[in-house]
């Protein structure tokens, strides 16, 4: 056990170093500033963490370009969280401790981003801003005082894609609808909004089904759902999986009133299950509000890494990025308190407006020297958090013609907050 | 102040992970028992845990709200009688086979925790689980101190323990079994019975470990059980030392010690613009490490002590 001893000895030097040096850093911020970043760049969320990340550089680089934070050129400090719990508690520890980061930014699953909020980010009184966690155990933790409003997420939550699919699925004049979901905290969130939604607006949910990823058939799922024999079928899928369970549904003679999620919204869906079959199917989305800031960061990303934006988490990760580079600049220092007050201030509905890119992040440096109220409409339109640090988004209704897919209308802020309305009163 | 905070964290990781590599050790490095179900018992030590300990809520069966040492009596005596299920059931299967069987055991006590939402929280997982004390520490620094002090504590003691069983007859029986099962068998040893001791006590510690993994955390879902954790064990025992329960904790730590710098250095040296890429040079630079510790070092960096009787000289 002498190895263990070392240790200890080898972390008292090295604590002696780190005091003397930390004397001197106490004065005005020193630069650069850092804001710590967690996503999962490689692992199954890989091909999704990657893009995000390129968002949130592009953000880094249009906060740097528009005059940095307190006169400092912004450092980004990113870690790969791998998709596992542990690799992600772990980098943020370091990004608090080590790199002494005053805000984190991260990161994509919930089963991640969870044990790094209760672990280390309220523990430590550092905001965290996650650009796609949707599980509605945060909304939860926040009403119950424990996430010392420490959490904020720039992605609607499931409610708003269910609120949205309920008041259509009434407006349809259906009554009577099954649900086969993906057994994860966005399928069962979707489940408990749905239902709830969907009941007070007078309609009835016979039968919930959840299913595994990944398996050959789920006709077993089918079948249950299907003995309910309802009017509409709401199905809560992947693309993958949701194709083959379509096509299950739909020969062992379904209906073809279907309900579908954010997820389907994919040409590769609509092509295995097959256009016709889909003609009297509807979905929903998050919908981007149209506004010049939405196309101007469009524009910058396509610019600049030749690709579309069009992916899950890209527009959420660059307002996430973009809201702590604002809020440091409004907050009086740079701790993480003073920060998660300042997230507050960027919502002002007196204030000027604010956008994306360079030249907008200059405009509001000048606003914020004069001490005058701002607020941020960024690439995914007003962003306006709530008390539990969740947003209400606008939604988009899509549908199937011929063999597209198409927008067949779109449910603003403003219709949204309505039905919002109507159901939780 | 800050890098002593993440250190102190960083140990408590690595002593936890030290716990459930020295159950492996037991089973693999001492009986030779292929256990590719690792993350399995360290699930249900946490599950076991969480359920037991955290406060009660209405959509919920489990939460019992029980003292914190309850909690741990009871995710040692769950993942015990788990195994010994488990146990009877394969413990015959040789080698390979085994690693199969235990491996398709512990993908279903995953999904089981992924779909049993009244009990586990399905998806969402439970949340508030308590931490021992944690009233009396006003900073993070001063309660991750105490907690280091409690998980080391652990550590150590299974570590003494383990050492003392594998120094006694009965571990002398295990390593006869490991080395030559039939030969074992003629001098009356019961073999299964042995294997399946050494099975249940191993999987026990590895149920400790999730337990102080949980308790440590305050959160568990099914996230946190993913077959990678089997696949980083195997590697800090198999870097450490198969078969030298100190092999095993100085695996750990440096295993997980790599995976963690790896990614710091990662942040440090490779420029902004790439950064995105980084996680991948990451993944590769903790499999480059790994194989030329196993091309060097094959028996592992402190392998298994000669076992020679003290009469030889």
């Known amino acids: 056990m002498k190895w263990l001893v070392g240790l200890a000895a080898g972390a008292t030097l090295v604590s002696a170093w780190s005091l003397s040096s930390q004397a ?14 967690i996503l999962p760049l490689t692992g199954s969320m890989g091909p999704v963490g990657k893009r995000i990340s390129d968002s949130a550089q592009l953000a880094i680089k249009h906060i740097n370009e528009g005059g940095g934070i307190k006169g400092c050129p912004v450092e980004f400090v990113l870690r790969d969280d791998q998709g596992q719990p542990t690799v992600g508690v772990d980098a943020a520890k370091y990004l608090v401790e080590v790199e002494r980061v005053p805000a984190l930014t991260g990161t994509v699953s919930s089963g991640v981003t969870l044990p790094i909020l209760t672990s280390v980010s309220v523990p430590s009184k550092i905001p965290q801003i996650s650009c796609c966690s949707t599980a509605a155990t945060f909304t939860t933790l926040a009403q119950e005082g424990k996430t010392g409003g420490f959490f904020f997420r720039t992605l609607p939550t499931v409610k708003t894609q269910a609120y949205a699919s309920a008041q259509i699925a009434a407006e349809r004049g259906f009554k009577r609808v099954a649900m086969i979901y993906i057994n994860t905290d966005f399928g069962t969130g979707m489940v408990k909004d749905f239902t709830r939604a969907f009941s007070k ?26 003995a309910e024999k309802p009017d509409a079928v709401f199905f809560v899928a992947f693309p993958q999986d949701g194709a083959t369970m379509t096509r299950e549904w739909i020969s062992l003679g379904g209906t073809q009133n279907l309900i579908l999620n954010n997820s389907l919204r994919s040409p590769e869906y609509v092509k295995a299950v097959g256009a016709r079959f889909l003609q009297s199917a509807y979905g929903m989305d998050n919908a981007s509000v149209s506004s010049p800031y939405v196309e101007a960061f469009k524009k910058a990303f396509q610019a600049a890494y030749n690709a579309s934006p069009d992916g899950p988490g890209i527009y959420n990760q660059y307002d996430a990025t973009m809201i702590l580079g604002l809020a440091m600049n409004v907050a009086s220092e740079l701790n993480g308190t003073a920060i998660r ?25 000048a606003l914020i020297k004069e001490r005058k109220p701002i607020r941020y409409s960024g690439a995914t339109g007003p962003v306006e958090f709530d008390a539990n640090g969740d947003i209400n988004g606008a939604a988009l209704i899509w549908t199937v013609k011929g063999d597209q897919l198409a927008t067949e209308r779109t449910l603003t802020i403003e219709d949204m907050a309505q039905v919002f309305k109507k159901i939780d009163g | 102040m800050g890098l002593v905070s993440y250190l102190v964290f960083f140990l408590i990781v690595v002593t936890i992970f030290g716990i459930l590599t020295l159950g492996l050790n037991l089973q693999w490095g001492s009986t030779g028992v292929f256990n590719a179900g690792v993350v399995g018992f360290y699930a249900i030590g946490g599950y076991a845990f969480a359920i037991l300990t955290a406060p009660a809520r209405p959509e919920l069966i489990g939460n019992l709200g029980l003292p914190w040492v ?23 299967l040789r080698g390979d086979y085994l690693a199969i069987a235990t491996f398709g055991i512990a993908v279903t006590i995953q999904l089981i925790a992924l779909n049993w939402e009244g009990l586990t929280g399905g998806s969402l997982g439970l949340t508030s689980i308590p931490r021992p004390l944690s009233g009396i520490f006003t900073t993070p620094l001063s309660y991750n101190l105490f907690y280091l002090a409690l998980t080391a504590g652990f550590c150590l003691l299974v570590y003494w323990a383990l050492e003392r069983v594998s120094r006694s007859p009965w571990g002398r029986a295990l390593k006869a079994i490991r080395e030559d099962e039939g030969a074992a068998i003629a001098l009356g040893k ?70 963690s710098a790896s990614g710091t250095l990662i942040s440090k040296i490779v420029p902004a613009t790439y950064q995105t890429q980084g996680g991948a040079i990451q993944a590769i630079l903790i499999g480059l490490v790994l194989v030329l510790t196993l091309l060097f070092r094959p028996r592992g960096l402190i392998g298994e002590e000669p076992v020679v009787s003290r009469h030889v000289t």
């Open chain 2, 70 to 92: 309850v909690g741990i009596i009871g995710a040692l005596a769950v993942s015990a009688v788990v195994a010994i299920f488990v146990g009877l059931a394969t413990i015959k």
């Open chain 1, 341 to 365: 007050d300042a997230i507050r201030k960027l919502q002002d509905p007196n204030g000027t407006v604010v956008g994306t890119g360079p030249e907008e992040f200059k405009k509001a440096m």
């Open chain 1, 201 to 226: 607006l007078g309609g009835q949910v016979l039968k919930t089904v959840p299913y595994n990823e990944n398996q050959a058939s789920y006709r077993a799922e089918v079948n249950t759902a299907l």
């Open chain 2, 190 to 259: 019961n073999a299964t019975s042995l294997r399946l001791q050494a099975f249940v006590l191993g999987s026990a510690v590895m149920g400790l470990s999730g337990a102080l993994y949980v308790s440590f955390i305050g959160f568990i879902s099914p996230f946190d059980f993913l077959p990678i954790i089997t696949f980083q064990v195997w590697t800090m025992l198999i870097v450490g030392g198969s078969g030298n329960n100190k092999g095993a904790l100085l695996g750990t730590l440096i295993v997980w010690g790599l995976w």
């Open chain 1, 24 to 37: 001197q850093a106490q004065t005005a911020p020193s630069c650069p500033v850092k804001i710590g970043g």
